[in-house]
């Protein structure tokens, strides 16, 4: 191997795609912003074009910059939120990892829908309705509804008002898709009537009543879970 | 703007990434083996070597490989952790980050110290209690301690047994410096004595005794935070 892929510690490029991403934040630069054109760029970076593009390159792979074709760079609608932010994809016990993501999920999501019931306002609600009528639909025409769902709680992290909430989005998509290949049965219907009980307690702006159904919810997933994973190893 | 840096949709590096992650996983590579040399990527990949190299790059970005002079490319440490995993840079508003980040610690934290309190044994409790004198001689050096802060909260979901909450790392130390960053008096004596509390009662396994620790620990940071903001923008 000759030293073109070797580290030199930090290769131009990547001390490019920092200084980049240093500019971005310091110009204020929102989601779907447009950034200068490449020749300003290489101009204000004091850097050749093949280098600004490996930069770009590699910004575009994290998600946080957006190449459009004869239109330019953009920041991206989420910067820096990638598909699998925690690396999940490379923990091999599925079975463990499941079971722990629906922990995970029982430390924050009870409580974030206890703040949506507190803050949530009618536009809001209406939102969260659609997406448990999707969940719904979907479940009848027995199509995957591991997105909407995931669609469903990430609104309810939205409207809990918590900057970070909606930045979990893919670890909550990561956590029902597992769930949903492992339990393919029975978790239809409780998924249906529970999200309906927690649409309800929000609506009524019950955070007890709200935070006690996430809670019922993801503990009867994780009891199918549990009995899954006994059925497979007895 | 030619169309060098152009979408196309997928660039073909993104496509080999993507297939390099799936050979990493599918093969059983852990964090830290080796991949095949270069010229064996390339046959099994059937690329160029500069693609596969533009592909390595990209995830050496994302921290899902590492490329050590003379040596290969190895899968990281964390793959696919990254320095920002939820994009927390990118949000503007640091005030309010900084008072989310603790409430979603106060959701995840105190039920983690549970956990930790019941599974710990005497080797994972003698490597907390290292980490917690840490950051006490590092307060009493007048030093950083954010970045030991952070290992010993991260060391804790470490101890919870959670395959998920070590992954949180880089989020705790963002909160962490971002507090530290704001208040510089009167969270360092606090920070001490309730870390000493976490600690004692996790050695006893006392899981509630635990939980309320964490909890009076980050409500005393929030109301640091409250009352540090109130000054500024009376």
Do not use: W
């Not at 990547?14 to 447009?34: F, M, N, P, Y």
């Not at 999920?105 to 659609?130: F, G, H, I, N, W």
């Not at 009524?204 to 997933?221: F, K, P, Q, W």
Request: some cysteine; proline content about 3%; overall charge negative.
């Amino acid at each position: 191997m000759d030293s073109t892929i070797q580290d030199k510690q930090q290769p131009l490029s990547e001390r490019i795609a920092t200084e980049l991403i240093a500019h971005i934040v310091q110009s204020g630069l929102q989601q779907g912003d447009k950034l200068p054109n490449e020749k300003v760029l290489c101009e204000q970076l004091n850097v050749g074009r093949s280098t600004l593009r490996e930069a770009v390159r590699m910004l575009a792979s994290r998600n946080i910059l957006v190449v459009k074709h004869g239109s330019g760079i953009y920041v991206s609608d989420k910067p820096g939120l990638s598909d699998d932010p925690l690396g999940l994809a490379f923990i091999r016990d599925k079975e463990r990892l499941v079971l722990d993501l629906v922990d995970f999920r029982l430390m924050v999501e009870p409580r974030t829908a206890a703040l949506a019931a507190q803050k949530a306002d009618s536009k809001q609600l209406q939102e969260l309705k659609d997406l448990a009528l999707e969940v719904e639909s979907l479940i009848a025409a027995k199509k995957s509804h591991a997105r909407a769902d995931a669609a469903f709680h990430t609104k309810l992290g939205e409207l809990s008002g918590n900057l970070i909430m909606p930045n979990l989005e893919p670890i909550l998509f990561s956590s029902i898709e597992l769930f949903a290949h492992m339990c393919t049965q029975n978790s239809r219907e409780e998924t249906i009537s529970s999200h309906r009980q927690i649409v309800k307690a929000i609506e009524s702006h019950d955070a007890i009543g709200a935070m006690d159904a996430m809670v019922m919810h993801l503990t009867l997933n994780r009891n199918s879970l549990i009995y899954f994973i006994k059925q497979v190893h007895p």
